[in-house]
T-cell receptor
Framework: SQTIHQWPATLVQPVGSPLSLECTVE??????LYWYRQAAGRGLQLLFYSVGIGQISSEVPQNLSASRPQDRQFILSSKKLLLSDSGFYLC????????????FGEGSRLTVL | GENVEQHPSTLSVQEGDSAVIKCTYSDSASNYFPWYKQELGKRPQLIIDIRSNVGEKKDQRIAVTLNKTAKHFSLHITETQPEDSAVYFC?????????FGKGNQVVVIP
């Protein structure tokens, strides 16, 4: 069965510091992968999605970037965090090809101070 | 692109009563409509979904109905229990990706 791992689970970072959140999946090959952000009390905002190694599409212009160095690895990064980057970051795996069911990782809660 | 809206934003129900959440979507080509439940501090989890070739799907106390003509679909929870308290997100396909609504907070009052 498919599993999805995210780390770190929580982190507190100062404004201007870098960020790296990692997502890895198991039990599937060549999955579509997604990064979502959820601000407190808000909905799910799609940040990036990837259909394969090195293929990244950005939904929202911002100071975040994503990379997919391996088939089952998806990384979210920032060179300099802003206060507005605080939130709950969720990696998701799409099952069954395009527009299939999304499985979410357990999330990474980021607080920028 | 696809625009998904959910109503009401917050819903309080007495334990044992039914809850209904409605979503509308804009893209008539959408053909996949899932519902996700997110408990406080947890990840969203799929609870039920429906595809455009059926009008209703049921799984124990939850059901989803789809009206493609009117472009809306609804989540029905019967015999609500305290553990049903959560945020519920609907979604619909658009540009080959899921577009999510903003979520409904459901509170079940014991």
């Amino acid at each position: 069965s498919q599993t999805i791992h995210q780390w770190p689970a929580t982190l507190v970072q100062p404004v201007g510091s870098p960020l790296s959140l990692e997502c890895t999946v198991e039990g599937t090959s060549n999955p579509n992968l997604y990064w979502y952000r959820q601000a407190a009390g808000r909905g799910l905002q799609l940040l990036f999605y990837s259909v394969g190694i090195g293929q990244i599409s950005s939904e929202v212009p911002q100071n975040l970037s994503a990379s997919r160095p391996q088939d089952r690895q998806f990384i979210l990064s920032s060179k300099k965090l802003l206060l507005s980057d605080s939130g709950f970051y969720l990696c998701a795996l799409e099952a069954g090809g395009p527009t299939g069911e999304l499985f979410f990782g357990e999330g990474s809660r980021l607080t920028v101070l | 692109g696809e625009n998904v809206e959910q109503h009401p934003s917050t819903l309080s129900v007495q334990e044992g009563d039914s809850a209904v959440i409605k979503c509308t979507y804009s893209d008539s080509a959408s053909n996949y409509f899932p519902w996700y439940k997110q408990e406080l501090g947890k990840r969203p989890q799929l609870i039920i979904d429906i595809r455009s070739n059926v009008g209703e799907k049921k799984d124990q106390r939850i059901a989803v109905t789809l009206n493609k003509t009117a472009k809306h679909f609804s989540l029905h929870i019967t015999e609500t229990q305290p553990e049903d308290s959560a945020v519920y997100f609907c979604a619909a396909t658009g540009n080959n990706r899921l577009a999510f609504g903003k979520g409904n907070q459901v509170v079940v009052i014991p």
